[in-house]
């Protein structure tokens, strides 16, 4: 098997693995769970994203297939925290079933996970996303750009894109996606969200 083949396979498993989990394990046997309730709280050297550690509300807006925004936004949370001795970042995207049944509230589940990990000599983020949906693993590079972060690679369907984090504070920061026809030349925005944090 092909080397960066297999190298990729191991890091896939690995994520999902611990994207699969219901909790994760804290400090003195603590569990965290899907409300934003975790430990560690191991302090991370990864610039300005590390400011992201924590539990965001998250608003999602996806632009309609005629150029239009929609009036309604989906929400979903999204749980950041460090690993590797504060070395890295792994955050996970946690959507909600619809299909709850007795009027139950929707039940929340990790669908997504990115590690992500700054190289201080390059000035470049290395990141690492897999989701249950397509099932393959998308790798980008960032760079950190007066206060923001600015994504680029491609997705698992092979598409080129520009991810942006803005407008950063203690508790609230943007994000968006870009998608390009012209091999970056120009970019069209295809997705909003707005976080705020609940933890």
Not at 55 to 62: E, F, K, P, T, Y
Not at 104 to 115: D, E, L
Request: proline share 5%; hydrophobic share 35%; net charge negative.
């Amino acid at each position: 098997m092909n080397r960066v083949l297999l190298t990729c396979l191991c890091v896939a498993t690995a994520i999902a693995a611990h994207a699969s989990q219901p909790a994760s394990q804290g400090k003195k046997g603590e569990r965290a769970d899907l409300t934003g309730r975790e430990n560690p709280e191991t302090a991370t050297d990864a610039p300005i994203l590390g400011n992201l550690i924590g539990l965001w509300d998250v608003s999602l807006v996806n632009r309609n297939r005629d150029g239009s925004w929609p009036d309604e936004e989906r929400h979903h949370m999204w749980r950041w925290y460090s690993i590797l001795d504060g070395h890295a970042i792994q955050d996970d995207w946690i959507s909600f079933d619809d299909d709850a049944e007795g009027g139950s509230p929707p039940r929340p589940r990790v669908t997504g996970t990115n590690i992500r990990i700054y190289n201080p000599e390059e000035k470049v983020w290395f990141m690492a996303w897999i989701d249950t949906r397509s099932r393959r693993l998308a790798t980008f590079t960032a760079v950190n750009h007066d206060g923001a972060v600015v994504m680029t690679g491609h997705n698992a369907q092979g598409r080129l894109l520009r991810i942006t984090f803005s407008n950063i504070t203690e508790q609230t920061f943007e994000w968006t996606q870009e998608w390009t026809s012209d091999d970056g030349e120009t970019w069209f925005p295809v997705a909003k969200m707005q976080c705020r944090r609940l933890k």
